[in-house]
């Protein structure tokens, strides 16, 4: 009963990021541009966190290139060769074919001038791998601090634009991390009966 609750309550956020997505990518005000991205893309990597499973890294990689790569190249070539072939007169954009391809293959963000929401995807994969592979070879606790560290280095040093998202990484695995701390069943219950005291 539990596990059904949690999952629909994590719908549900998920289904209001995609909104605010939506509504932060359309909208022409500022301010409210500015309030929808200082939350929603943590919100998503919080919610990840949240259902975060200990799994053996070769087969989690496996998956999520399943499920992760193989979609992301597929849409982004199909996306990048409408880009080249239609839209890309439209937007008088200087990047060239070659340029976009290999914005593609390396993920960063300045590259992917034909659809730069596609820097989630690549991004996302590092993260739930990392977080995964640095639980399998320490233990959560000590995957939590590294998340957290990581974090505040983003904070602290300027860093350049990495290969797959590599640098945005640092910005979001924390919340990854916090998702997974939060989901645990006593902390949950805690929080439920804390909200319900409330």
Known sequence: MMKTSRLSWLDIMKGIGII????GHISSNKIIFNWLYSFHM???FFAAGWVYKKKQFLIDIKRRIQTIVIPYFSFGL???????????????SNMSFTKAL???????YNYLDFNVHLWFLPCFFLTVILFNVIVNITNKKIAYII???????FIAVPLPEMLWGLDRVFMY?????IGDYISDDMIYITLIKVYKYL
């Open 20 to 23: 605010l997505v939506v509504v």
């Open 42 to 44: 943590p919100l998503f």
């Open 78 to 92: 199909v996306v990048l060769i409408y880009w080249q072939l239609i839209e890309r007169k439209f937007r008088y």
């Open 102 to 108: 290999l914005g593609l293959l390396s993920g960063e």
């Open 147 to 153: 998340s957290a560290v990581m974090s505040l280095i």
């Open 173 to 177: 695995i924390a919340f990854y991390a």
